[in-house]
């Protein structure tokens, strides 16, 4: 019983030794192990064993692929103060964790100095607009660079990204009023277009109106030229010569036309210092007229004849035409 329980502190010794000696490593990640402060190897994932108290782990390193954000800030050619994220994306390379634990203290501000030094380098070459239009040569650059610089310290650069190009405020704002002035020079030009449009289809439909106005108010005077002419015919042919006929139909219309006026309710007649009876003799006067002069025509014919100048041929003779509506006065 005595031994047993001299061995109980044994097993207990024995126990932590085992738990000292044993490690894990956990996926997509690399154990760096030293002896005596010497490196002794890199252990991969999975269940490891280490001497105890000889050796001890350096230090745990990470395979996957990480990022790093560097914001830059810059001048461009044209003078414009901008600021750049760089979003560098990388990876310590498994053959080379010795050369990422060992050579590099710091792999982040080894990282952020070269994105610096290339993107100073490469943007005050360019001007505002190039630097948004050539954002992904900014980021070969800064690839490239990287890639030649951080593959001997055992990173691998997988991509780098221009993630945000931020100029400073006052130039955004010039840069929204430019844009605003364009687009509304570009709408000016559209309504200036529409307009002119609208203008010339008017002034066509205008002229077309007016040719057809035109039209037929030569086509009714046409037939009312003829419409004279047939009248006059007519009263030819019951006894009525070519003045009196003129006269008759003068007086007709002059009839017509104040029946007209009368039958529209919304007219403005004009009254001009005249009576009734003035205006009845002016009718009489002109009728008057006519058969006066027909007879003086007659007259003339006869007395020709007997002067024996010989007989003319009748010819039929166009009527005079009316008179207008507006060489009467109402």
Known sequence: MGGFLLLVPLFIFGFFILLAAVFTVK???????????????????????????????????????????????????????????????????????????????????????????????????????????????????????????????????????????DPDTQVKSAMNRINAAEREKVAAEYEAEAERIKIVAKARAEAESKRLQGQGIADQRREIARGLEESVDVLNNVGINSQEASALIVVTQHYDTLQSIGEETNTNLILLPNSPQAGSNMLNDMIASFVASNQIGEQMKKENEAKGIGKTTRKKRTPPPPPADDDFNY
């Open 27 to 165: 996926q997509q990640t690399s154990a760096v192990v030293e002896r005596f402060g010497k490196f002794q190897s890199i252990r991969n994932s999975g269940l490891q064993l280490k001497i105890p108290v000889f050796d001890r782990i350096a230090g745990r390193i990470n395979l996957k692929i990480q990022q790093l954000d560097v914001i830059v800030e810059t001048k461009t050619k044209d003078d414009v103060f901008v600021r750049l994220k760089i979003s560098v994306q990388y990876q310590v390379i498994k053959e080379k964790v010795y050369d990422a634990f060992y050579k590099l203290e710091n792999p982040h501000d080894q990282i952020t100095s070269y994105v610096f030094d290339v993107v100073r380098a490469e943007v005050p070459k360019m001007k505002l607009d190039d630097v948004f239009e050539r954002k992904d040569d900014i980021a070969i650059a800064v690839k490239q660079e990287l890639n030649d610089a951080m593959i001997n310290y055992g990173y691998d650069i997988i991509k780098t990204l221009v993630t945000d190009i």
